[in-house]
């Protein structure tokens, strides 16, 4: 392990330590009352890589991205995570004002980070956006799966699924997720022809 890392596996076990729990408890409401706050801020949503990063280092960043990016990858249909700005949607959401205990759901999440950096560096002697791809892959399949997880794994679990809700939300409520789903809105109907001749005879009133 070089020095850096043993650096950071310091601050990651004091992160760790700081952290009752790694699950983020932001429910659906609140975080569509975020984003339409951030909506109401600006008349214009910035790029993802213009946005100011209020609470994540750029090594967190940067895990955040290939974490989200495991979750929902570019396909023929849309593009990643990262590239439809989930990881400022998590930063924001985190650092949000109104977010009910909103240091503890920080060090939460911020420990849940430094626990998958600290397996890595277990396993692999390397820090997750350093690690294979199949490397990464084992570890994201030994928390993806609550029922299969063994128990040394609770903790990545917690923080694994917390992350992949954030991740869903802030992919489909972005302009790019809206796309993915192919959702149209309420749609005008140009002619209304009255109800159906088989359907009134159903409920015996004449056409």
């Known amino acids: 392990m070089s020095d850096l890392n043993r650096r950071d596996a310091l601050k990651m076990m004091a992160l760790m330590a700081a952290a009752p729990t790694f699950s983020v408890a932001c429910t659906a409401e609140e975080v569509q009352q975020a984003r339409d706050r951030k909506a109401q801020r600006a008349t214009t949503q910035p790029?993802?890589?213009?946005?100011?990063?209020?609470?994540?280092t750029d090594h967190e960043l940067e895990t955040v991205r290939a974490l989200t990016d495991w979750i929902i990858p570019a396909d023929d249909r849309s593009g990643s995570a990262t590239d439809a700005g989930v990881p400022a949607f998590i930063d924001f959401i985190l650092t949000d004002e109104h977010l009910p205990d909103?240091?503890?759901q920080q060090v939460a999440f911020r420990g849940?980070?430094?626990?998958?950096?600290?397996?890595?560096?277990?396993?692999?002697?390397?820090?997750?956006?350093?690690?294979?791809?199949?490397?990464?892959?084992?570890?994201?399949?030994?928390?993806?799966?609550?029922?299969?997880?063994?128990?040394e794994m609770e903790p990545g679990v917690e923080f694994f699924s917390s992350l992949r809700d954030l991740t869903a939300s802030g992919f489909f409520s972005s302009e790019m997720g809206m796309d993915d789903l192919r959702y149209q809105g309420n749609q005008f109907v140009a002619e209304w022809t009255g109800c159906p001749d088989p359907v009134l005879r159903?409920?015996?009133?004449k056409g």
């Open 47 to 56: 790029a993802p890589d213009d946005y100011d990063v209020r609470l994540f």
């Open 102 to 104: 909103r240091d503890a």
């Open 112 to 151: 849940g980070l430094a626990w998958v950096d600290y397996t890595c560096l277990d396993r692999h002697d390397a820090l997750f956006v350093e690690c294979s791809e199949a490397q990464q892959q084992a570890l994201l399949d030994d928390i993806a799966w609550p029922e299969a997880a063994p128990p």
């Open 202 to 205: 159903q409920i015996g009133v």
